[in-house]
């Protein structure tokens, strides 16, 4: 009798199961609070660039809308929708030695639905790029 508890209680056949099970959910978080940072970093580099092409379009002299349209083309893989863009200061006011700043808003929703909780639905990012005229 006591042989053969000791060998049922000396089982460990399924505990790595167990461990792996336990460990997963939080690999799994892991593993997409990466992915998320990842996209996240990405949409950020492609609004410093597009900041800098359009700040650059507008300090040899082009219009407002030509400055939109420029950080619009270059930022194709945003929603547009969702991206905003300010030039200061106005087109008419522009003098020569003035500093011109592009301004870009962005909402990147937040695609994971485990981190929607941590990070909420949508996350604010944004770039400004100043030259002078």
Do not use: C
């Not at 209680?9 to 792996?20: D, I």
């Not at 690999?27 to 996240?40: A, C, D, E, M, P």
């Not at 359009?54 to 349209?69: C, F, L, P, Q, Y």
């Not at 194709?76 to 008419?92: K, Q």
């Amino acid at each position: 009798m006591l042989r053969r508890t000791k060998k049922w209680l000396g089982n460990e056949k399924g505990q790595s199961l167990v461990e792996f099970a336990l460990v997963l959910p939080i690999l799994v978080l892991i593993l997409s609070g990466i992915v998320q940072f990842g996209s996240i970093y990405n949409d950020y580099i492609v609004l410093q660039n597009a900041a800098r092409e359009g700040a650059r379009a507008g300090v040899v002299g082009k219009s407002d809308t030509e400055i939109s349209n420029i950080v619009y083309a270059y930022a194709d893989s945003l929603d547009p929708a969702r991206l905003t863009v300010t030039v200061d200061p106005a087109e008419g006011v522009r003098r020569s030695g003035d500093t011109l700043t592009v301004n870009l808003q962005y909402s990147l929703p937040v695609t994971i639905g485990l981190l929607k909780p941590l990070l909420g639905s949508e996350i604010s990012l944004g770039s400004q790029i100043k030259m002078r005229l």
